[in-house]
């Protein structure tokens, strides 16, 4: 069965890698976890993109985890600002369950809580950090 071309979408994810996963633990339960994410958007050529997902967790102003995921996609859209829209937001979007999963797995160790990152509302995130209200 071949699908209808004009519902196809024009953003296609091309690669997706961790290019850094960091976990310090001591044995112990930490206390006052405070989270914060952040993407940043390198155009490739015309019409790829590289999108990098942080994830930063710390404990008490300490950091204990931060995990870099990088995704690579082609967006074949004409319109020169929705295809920015679609690659601020929609890849971010794509990205997340994985930054979420990877999580998940790394923090399942014992003494130590399982985080899960909810899940988020991409679009607010980041309009947050087009206002600098994350960092």
């Known amino acids: 069965m071949e699908l209808d071309k004009s519902i196809q979408s024009t953003l296609q994810l091309k690669k997706l890698?961790?290019?850094?996963?960091?976990?310090?633990?001591?044995?112990e339960h930490p206390k006052k976890l405070k989270t914060n994410f952040r993407s940043e958007n390198e155009e490739l050529d015309e019409n790829t993109?590289?999108?990098?997902?942080?994830?930063n967790v710390f404990a008490?102003?300490?950091?204990i985890i931060q995990i870099i995921l990088v995704g690579e996609f082609k967006n074949d859209e004409k319109n020169i600002e929705l295809r920015k829209e679609?690659?601020?937001?929609?890849t971010v979007?794509?990205?997340?369950?994985?930054?979420?999963?990877?999580?998940?797995?790394?923090?399942?160790?014992?003494?130590?809580?399982?985080?899960?990152?909810?899940?988020?509302?991409?679009?607010?995130?980041?309009e947050a950090q087009k206002n600098n209200d994350i960092k």
């Open 17 to 27: 890698y961790f290019e850094k996963i960091f976990f310090e633990g001591n044995g």
């Open 49 to 55: 993109v590289r999108v990098k997902l942080y994830c």
């Open 60 to 63: 008490e102003e300490k950091q």
């Open 86 to 90: 679609i690659n601020n937001a929609n």
């Open 93 to 126: 979007a794509i990205m997340f369950p994985y930054l979420r999963a990877e999580m998940s797995l790394i923090t399942s160790q014992p003494n130590f809580p399982t985080l899960s990152i909810p899940v988020v509302n991409i679009n607010a995130l980041i």
